[in-house]
């Protein structure tokens, strides 16, 4: 009865043995009596007990490595204070298990030397613009090397870029100056444009007002032009209306008084003025003579009937 007992025990312990689980995106290493023997992939594996063994475990997902900080030189020599950050995966577990001591370290340390490398091929300003460059180039660099150790690297990343303090001021000031330097260049353009619209808005301006000025002279001389035109025909018409006129019975009759009468209001005039000299005509009989045709005319006219005519002498 002990010994089914320990039979029973020993089955257990062998299944035990025997049989191993292993996780999804990990693969376990099995070495026989000390010799690699082969690779578990996920799932349930049975393996030989007690000489089989499992000698590395490793993890298939991606696995992010902090590559230390260092202190790297620049094509210009200037100190550059350079912090990353590494992703890789384990690709070949057999050469991740026997390819390397520790594959961890070997990636570590080939990151900063290649970093190291890259940096010092370029200058203390090309180190903030290229970054893609640089970490393309780190990786291309671990990759090649990482083969032997069943490793692919994936991609590196620059965390962090620290010049020394000296370098920081100095940058400080360049940028500052850069920017007064597009702020004056700006002023200026303002300045520039401000005028060439000024001068712009005053040739308009003027274009402008020429153009109102010379419309205005080509209103007023058409305007003279029509008032000179109407004040000719009314002065030709009334010429003509007074030509008829004279050209009937009584007409010359009426032209003397009207003449007369003119002539007296005009001496009037000159008499009541005391301030005017008054000269008279030498041939007095003929301003007499005048005066007495005009006043026996206006009694002609006073004494006829209105519908008469004036005859002619």
């Known amino acids: ?44 594996n049975v393996i030989v007990p007690f000489i089989d063994r499992v000698a590395y475990k490793h993890s298939l997902k991606e696995i992010p490595l902090d590559v230390p900080s260092q202190v790297c030189i620049t094509r210009d020599n200037t100190q550059l204070q350079v912090d990353g950050i590494l992703y890789f ?16 370290m070997a990636i570590s340390q080939l990151a900063q030397t290649s970093l190291r490398s890259v940096i010092g091929k370029l200058e203390l300003d090309k180190t903030f613009e290229e970054r893609d460059i640089i970490n393309a180039q780190v990786v ?31 940058m400080q000031s360049q940028i500052t100056a850069e920017r007064e330097k597009r702020a004056l260049i700006a ?49 030709a018409a009334a010429i003509e209306r007074i030509a008829i006129a004279i050209r009937q019975p009584g007409g010359e009759q009426a032209v003397q008084l009207k003449v007369a009468e003119k002539a007296v209001e005009a001496y009037s005039r000159v008499a009541s003025d005391a301030r005017t000299t008054l000269i008279v005509p030498s041939q007095m009989g003929e301003v007499s003579s005048l005066i007495a045709s005009a006043m026996q005319m206006v009694a002609v006219g006073r004494t006829s009937d209105p519908g008469d005519t004036i005859q002619r002498k």
């Open 140 to 170: 291309q660099a671990i990759d090649e090397a990482a083969l032997n150790w069943g490793v692919k690297v994936l991609r590196y990343e620059i965390k962090d870029l620290t010049p020394p303090e000296a370098i920081l001021r100095a």
């Open 89 to 104: 995966q384990v690709t070949d577990p057999m050469r991740a298990s026997y390819g390397s001591s520790n594959y961890i």
């Open 187 to 235: 002023a200026s353009e303002g300045r520039r444009q401000e005028q060439i619209n000024i001068a712009t808005g005053e040739r308009e301006a003027f274009i402008a007002r020429s153009e109102g000025e010379k419309q205005a002279a080509i209103n007023n001389a058409q305007g003279e032009a029509a008032s000179i035109t109407a004040v000719a025909d009314a002065t």
């Open 1 to 44: 009865m002990e010994f089914a007992l320990v039979l029973v025990v020993v089955a257990i312990i062998f299944v035990i043995q025997s049989l191993k689980v292993v996780p999804q995106q990990s693969a376990w290493v099995i070495e026989r009596l000390g010799k690699y023997a082969g690779t578990l992939g996920p799932g349930l």
